[in-house]
């Protein structure tokens, strides 16, 4: 559904991966897991599943609304539910959190022409949602009861079932909404059903609502919409043409505005938005139109319904929701403003759109069983978000997005030792809820993408014709995994897409059954053409000499300097622990590169010679002879590999040597900080304002003179009276960014703005500023104030402020603190001892000692904690930190000296800082990679 930034999902993934190291041991690989054939059958002594013995056939349902816009949230509700009965029984069994009134639950029974009431009672099960109704005679099999329900319900706050939410018109008047959300286990909050994927019925909705809301929308349109008595109106649907399960049911009852066009095949596209967007409602209309049109194509079937609406929501949870008929979207997800609207934003709109177009034939015409296999439906969408928008936007590159953005990702977390299997049988409604993760959409999406390339598009695309076509002999249009095994099985014999004996079943099964993905480790002997390869579980936590029992069916593409190929179709399946192949189509003494285009969902070792080789043609050959997918995946291989110290760093920084040949990373940087800029913009989205923090932080400490001069001025700005400040979100990195080149008029004015401040956090911010001030001479004056200067408030341990501050300013400002703690040894020891703080003296030299980057440094540094008479304690600590700083950097001084210095100056020099840096920076640089 909702589709995050890339920048934001590759920041958090590094973020999470380093979490991961520490996590607690997985729990879940020990449990016995439930596949396929257990998904009718309940698991646990308490079943949240209901019984198969009856089944809905159609649900007459009314909803009377109070003034919802002046906070009466409440709602009365009459349902009427039509219901076979499949097995003799004297119960029937429903989801209900709604009040019901006893009095008001009748039920007939069917004989011959009339309809009769039948005795029964009922009881709520309020654990499981379960309201139970059981009959004094026995129904019997074939027959059909009919059950009225009258009730009482409210409107959420939460988005569970109705929510109410709000938009400012006008900017002074306050307008409200009310809009559903049903999945996965909402319905039952607003009629008496049977609220599971698998049944599927008619419904035929009915809502009355008061002044000033003039109508109301739902899946079918509207058959009328009337003034009653007492001045409401009353809006009548028309019953469903399809059968639909409960999740997919929506309302809406607004005041919005409506954008139409009918394609072709007299389809009527409505777009709804609050008055004041509806002009920018035309790239959802357009796109959502050509997805349609693309996937009727692909799939050979029509879409059922004869409309299709998209709603813009001020208020929603996610980027869309794919109701059938009726698509709810989060409006910055769905509306394009043409020069306001963020390239960035563009994208994750139509992805969005792409997405939930795809749900009317993948969820909503052929629905997930059951949520253990909502991959089903949200494994193909993502994946078609990708492929699709693509072919209506090919500028965007989606595809090739798709593998740093998508895959990448997922593999991430997927190789934690928690993860879980694409299928995953659980029944609660809270466990159900945590199904709708990235194993569900991302995962999956690269399983499904890696059969579409191995077995190719066209064969692929024959057999999700099959599967969807099904429907046909399978009238409740509910799916599992094997039916999808079957159809694709079918198209794969008739093209001969796989060798002989091969069943995609047990193919595709060990990637959907099995939890966490392979890596391949590929081993070359350089005498002869043998190449051993031999695959294990990746884990996030690689030890080495540990196999896993799991085994996958590989299909293993490759690429060679002797024979440069982007074929993506398998040269062979790897089904085994390990294998010893011949390949004479590769060169003894040049590359060899396997998953071309990283269209598997894993990842390859290579043995170092062959890792040297790849970096040696990255680097001196020509790197166009890698797609930009591979080149995304070898650094993002190779920089796991680093990480879990199953790769020298020396060959690490051998194979990303090549980003420097591109000047890369300058370029992605202004990029990024060009499209945010350095100006809030007014109602952007939160994670907008992130992103700039960090464009802003990132450019400027790469020197970008865009970023400097940009920042300069904006400081100037406000220096210059001309502008009063900065928003609190992007103070820090204005003002430091800012001040970055600043000399004495830009010290004097911080300076007067910290003696003139009387807020304790206040004066703090205008010393860390001063700090970013890259001025020798400054900076010396700066360390020297807290012995000369008056204006220092030391209770609020400024002198501490300035000393971390001058230290963290780079490698000027180190230098400026290593010669103050000499030159000043008496006076500084002085006044700590006159400030009873001569304990700080220890966090200081930590401090520094995580910035030592030179034996130089190191040699100076070592003589100052000679000269302060450190204790052992922390003596300890900063040889052991100086001492691996410098043991790393000897290891490749050179060229990481030379990176960061062309690149970064970064600030804070350490180890950890720096991979983290590296590692960020890769994942920004693989999109840019994509792009070029
Ligand atoms: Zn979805």
Same mark, same amino acid.
């Given at each position: 559904?909702?589709?995050?930034?890339?920048?934001?999902?590759?920041?958090?993934?590094?973020?999470?991966?380093?979490?991961?190291?520490?996590?607690?041991?997985?729990?879940?690989?020990?449990?016995?897991?439930?596949?396929?054939?257990?998904?009718?059958?309940?698991?646990?002594?308490?079943?949240?599943?209901?019984?198969?013995?009856?089944?809905?056939?159609?649900?007459?349902?009314?909803?009377?609304?109070?003034?919802?816009?002046?906070?009466?949230?409440?709602?009365?509700?009459?349902?009427?539910?039509?219901?076979?009965?499949?097995?003799?029984?004297?119960?029937?069994?429903?989801?209900?959190?709604?009040?019901?009134?006893?009095?008001?639950?009748?039920?007939?029974?069917?004989?011959?022409?009339?309809?009769?009431?039948?005795?029964?009672?009922?009881?709520?099960?309020?654990?499981?949602?379960?309201?139970?109704?059981?009959?004094?005679?026995?129904?019997?099999?074939?027959?059909?009861?009919?059950?009225?329900?009258?009730?009482?319900?409210?409107?959420?706050?939460?988005?569970?079932?109705?929510?109410?939410?709000?938009?400012?018109?006008?900017?002074?008047?306050?307008?409200?909404?009310?809009?559903?959300?049903?999945?996965?286990?909402?319905?039952?909050?607003?009629?008496?059903?049977?609220?599971?994927?698998?049944?599927?019925?008619?419904?035929?909705?009915?809502?009355?609502?008061?002044?000033?809301?003039?109508?109301?929308?739902?899946?079918?349109?509207?058959?009328?919409?009337?003034?009653?008595?007492?001045?409401?109106?009353?809006?009548?649907?028309?019953?469903?043409?399809?059968?639909?399960?409960?999740?997919?049911?929506?309302?809406?009852?607004?005041?919005?505005?409506?954008?139409?066009?009918?394609?072709?095949?007299?389809?009527?596209?409505?777009?709804?938005?609050?008055?004041?967007?509806?002009?920018?409602?035309?790239?959802?209309?357009?796109?959502?139109?050509?997805?349609?049109?693309?996937?009727?194509?692909?799939?050979?079937?029509?879409?059922?319904?004869?409309?299709?609406?998209?709603?813009?929501?001020?208020?929603?949870?996610?980027?869309?929701?794919?109701?059938?008929?009726?698509?709810?979207?989060?409006?910055?997800?769905?509306?394009?403003?043409?020069?306001?609207?963020?390239?960035?934003?563009?994208?994750?709109?139509?992805?969005?759109?792409?997405?939930?177009?795809?749900?009317?034939?993948?969820?909503?015409?052929?629905?997930?069983?059951?949520?253990?296999?909502?991959?089903?439906?949200?494994?193909?969408?993502?994946?078609?978000?990708?492929?699709?928008?693509?072919?209506?936007?090919?500028?965007?590159?989606?595809?090739?997005?798709?593998?740093?953005?998508?895959?990448?990702?997922?593999?991430?977390?997927?190789?934690?030792?928690?993860?879980?299997?694409?299928?995953?049988?659980?029944?609660?409604?809270?466990?159900?809820?945590?199904?709708?993760?990235?194993?569900?959409?991302?995962?999956?999406?690269?399983?499904?993408?890696?059969?579409?390339?191995?077995?190719?598009?066209?064969?692929?695309?024959?057999?999700?014709?099959?599967?969807?076509?099904?429907?046909?002999?399978?009238?409740?249009?509910?799916?599992?995994?094997?039916?999808?095994?079957?159809?694709?099985?079918?198209?794969?014999?008739?093209?001969?897409?796989?060798?002989?004996?091969?069943?995609?079943?047990?193919?595709?099964?060990?990637?959907?059954?099995?939890?966490?993905?392979?890596?391949?480790?590929?081993?070359?002997?350089?005498?002869?053409?043998?190449?051993?390869?031999?695959?294990?579980?990746?884990?996030?936590?690689?030890?080495?000499?540990?196999?896993?029992?799991?085994?996958?069916?590989?299909?293993?593409?490759?690429?060679?300097?002797?024979?440069?190929?982007?074929?993506?179709?398998?040269?062979?399946?790897?089904?085994?622990?390990?294998?010893?192949?011949?390949?004479?189509?590769?060169?003894?003494?040049?590359?060899?590169?396997?998953?071309?285009?990283?269209?598997?969902?894993?990842?390859?070792?290579?043995?170092?010679?062959?890792?040297?080789?790849?970096?040696?043609?990255?680097?001196?050959?020509?790197?166009? &002879?890698?797609?930009?997918?591979?080149?995304?995946?070898?650094? *993002?291989?190779?920089?796991?590999? %680093?990480? +879990?110290? /199953? $790769? #020298?760093?020396?060959?690490?920084?051998?194979?990303?040597?090549?980003?420097?040949?591109?000047?890369?990373?300058?370029?992605?940087?202004?990029?990024?900080?060009?499209?945010?800029?350095?100006?809030?913009?007014?109602?952007?989205?939160?994670?907008?304002?992130?992103?700039?923090?960090?464009?802003?932080?990132?450019?400027?400490?790469?020197?970008?003179?865009?970023?400097?001069?940009?920042?300069?001025?904006?400081?100037?700005? &406000?220096?210059?009276?001309?502008?009063?400040?900065?928003?609190? *979100?992007?103070?820090?990195?204005? %003002?430091? +960014?800012? /001040? $970055? #080149?600043?000399?004495?008029?830009?010290?004097?004015?911080?300076?007067?703005?910290?003696?003139?401040?009387?807020?304790?956090?206040?004066?703090?911010?205008?010393?860390?500023?001063?700090?970013?001030?890259?001025?020798?001479?400054?900076?010396?004056?700066?360390?020297?104030?807290?012995?000369?200067?008056?204006?220092?408030?030391?209770?609020?341990?400024?002198?501490?402020?300035?000393?971390?501050?001058?230290?963290?300013?780079?490698?000027?400002?180190?230098?400026?603190?290593?010669?103050?703690?000499?030159?000043?040894?008496?006076? %500084?020891?002085?006044?700590?001892?006159?400030?009873?703080?001569?304990?700080?003296?220890?966090?200081?030299?930590?401090?520094?000692?995580?910035?030592?980057?030179?034996?130089?440094?190191?040699?100076?540094?070592?003589?100052?904690?000679?000269?302060?008479?450190?204790?052992?304690?922390?003596?300890?600590?900063?040889?052991?930190?100086?001492?691996?700083?410098?043991?790393?950097?000897?290891?490749?001084?050179?060229?990481?000296?030379?990176?960061?210095?062309?690149?970064?100056?970064?600030?804070?020099?350490?180890?950890?800082?720096?991979?983290?840096?590296?590692?960020?920076?890769?994942?920004?640089?693989?999109?840019?990679?994509?792009?070029?």
């Amino acid at each position: 559904m909702s589709k995050l930034l890339f920048l934001v999902i590759l920041l958090s993934a590094n973020a999470q991966r380093l979490q991961y190291s520490s996590d607690n041991r997985s729990i879940r690989d020990g449990i016995e897991i439930n596949y396929l054939d257990d998904v009718a059958e309940p698991q646990s002594e308490l079943s949240y599943r209901l019984p198969n013995n009856t089944r809905p056939e159609i649900y007459f349902i009314n909803l009377d609304f109070g003034d919802f816009h002046l906070d009466d949230l409440d709602f009365s509700g009459n349902a009427l539910i039509s219901i076979e009965i499949l097995e003799d029984t004297n119960t029937i069994t429903l989801h209900s959190s709604v009040e019901l009134l006893e009095t008001s639950l009748t039920m007939f029974n069917d004989i011959g022409s009339t309809w009769e009431e039948i005795e029964h009672r009922y009881e709520l099960d309020l654990t499981r949602e379960f309201l139970i109704i059981t009959t004094a005679e026995t129904l019997t099999r074939g027959n059909f009861v009919r059950i009225n329900f009258t009730y009482h319900g409210t409107i959420g706050t939460e988005i569970k079932g109705f929510f109410r939410g709000s938009y400012l018109h006008n900017e002074n008047e306050r307008r409200y909404f009310v809009a559903t959300h049903m999945q996965p286990t909402f319905f039952r909050r607003i009629c008496p059903s049977y609220d599971e994927p698998q049944f599927k019925a008619f419904y035929t909705i009915s809502v009355i609502y008061n002044p000033p809301y003039e109508f109301a929308l739902s899946n079918s349109p509207a058959e009328f919409t009337k003034i009653e008595i007492n001045n409401r109106t009353r809006t009548l649907f028309e019953q469903t043409s399809t059968i639909m399960p409960t999740y997919l049911i929506a309302l809406a009852i607004t005041d919005f505005e409506s954008n139409s066009n009918t394609t072709s095949n007299g389809v009527k596209f409505t777009a709804y938005s609050r008055p004041e967007q509806i002009q920018n409602t035309e790239f959802a209309l357009d796109t959502a139109i050509k997805a349609l049109g693309l996937y009727e194509k692909a799939f050979e079937i029509e879409y059922e319904l004869e409309k299709l609406d998209q709603v813009a929501l001020p208020v929603f949870n996610r980027g869309g929701m794919e109701n059938y008929g009726i698509v709810f979207y989060h409006e910055d997800y769905m509306l394009y403003e043409p020069s306001v609207t963020t390239a960035f934003d563009k994208e994750f709109a139509a992805a969005t759109i792409v997405h939930e177009i795809c749900h009317k034939f993948f969820g909503n015409l052929l629905t997930p069983q059951w949520w253990s296999v909502v991959w089903l439906s949200e494994g193909f969408c993502r994946f078609y978000e990708y492929y699709m928008t693509e072919k209506i936007y090919p500028t965007m590159r989606m595809e090739e997005l798709f593998a740093v953005e998508a895959a990448q990702n997922i593999m991430y977390r997927d190789s934690s030792l928690t993860t879980r299997p694409m299928t995953w049988y659980v029944e609660s409604p809270s466990a159900v809820a945590g199904l709708f993760d990235g194993i569900a959409y991302s995962k999956s999406a690269s399983v499904i993408r890696m059969f579409l390339y191995s077995l190719s598009e066209e064969t692929f695309h024959k057999g999700l014709k099959i599967y969807l076509s099904k429907l046909t002999s399978n009238p409740q249009g509910v799916a599992v995994p094997e039916h999808l095994y079957d159809a694709l099985q079918m198209a794969v014999d008739e093209d001969e897409a796989l060798p002989e004996n091969y069943k995609l079943a047990e193919l595709f099964g060990s990637w959907e059954k099995q939890a966490g993905y392979p890596y391949v480790y590929v081993e070359r002997s350089y005498n002869d053409y043998r190449i051993r390869f031999t695959q294990n579980r990746f884990t996030d936590d690689v030890v080495d000499g540990v196999v896993w029992d799991s085994l996958w069916h590989i299909p293993i593409t490759y690429t060679s300097k002797a024979n440069p190929t982007f074929e993506t179709k398998p040269k062979f399946w790897m089904s085994q622990r390990q294998m010893e192949i011949t390949l004479d189509d590769v060169k003894l003494n040049s590359y060899f590169m396997v998953n071309v285009q990283q269209t598997g969902y894993y990842r390859v070792q290579y043995d170092e010679a062959n890792w040297m080789l790849i970096a040696n043609e990255l680097s001196h050959g020509d790197f166009s &002879v890698f797609s930009p997918n591979s080149r995304a995946m070898l650094i *993002d291989d190779a920089a796991v590999f %680093f990480e +879990n110290k /199953i $790769l #020298k760093v020396r060959i690490f920084l051998e194979l990303i040597k090549y980003l420097e040949h591109d000047r890369f990373l300058r370029v992605l940087l202004e990029r990024i900080f060009n499209a945010f800029g350095a100006e809030e913009v007014e109602n952007e989205p939160h994670y907008h304002k992130h992103i700039r923090n960090i464009a802003i932080n990132w450019a400027c400490q790469a020197h970008l003179d865009s970023c400097i001069s940009e920042t300069r001025f904006k400081f100037n700005d &406000v220096k210059e009276g001309t502008r009063i400040g900065f928003s609190n *979100d992007h103070e820090t990195a204005l %003002f430091c +960014n800012g /001040i $970055l #080149k600043g000399g004495e008029t830009e010290f004097n004015f911080m300076w007067n703005l910290y003696t003139n401040s009387f807020v304790a956090t206040r004066r703090t911010f205008y010393l860390n500023s001063i700090g970013c001030i890259e001025n020798e001479e400054i900076l010396t004056r700066f360390i020297h104030s807290i012995l000369e200067s008056n204006d220092i408030d030391n209770s609020n341990e400024e002198w501490l402020t300035i000393v971390q501050a001058t230290y963290a300013n780079g490698p000027i400002g180190l230098r400026v603190a290593l010669q103050f703690l000499r030159e000043k040894y008496d006076p %500084f020891i002085d006044l700590l001892v006159r400030l009873d703080r001569l304990s700080s003296l220890n966090s200081i030299f930590r401090g520094i000692a995580n910035r030592i980057n030179t034996e130089t440094l190191s040699r100076q540094f070592r003589e100052l904690l000679v000269i302060y008479e450190i204790d052992d304690a922390t003596l300890n600590d900063v040889n052991e930190t100086t001492t691996v700083n410098l043991a790393w950097l000897a290891t490749y001084s050179d060229d990481i000296q030379e990176f960061l210095d062309d690149f970064f100056r970064i600030r804070s020099f350490s180890t950890t800082t720096t991979i983290s840096y590296f590692m960020i920076i890769f994942g920004l640089g693989f999109n840019w990679i994509m792009q070029n």
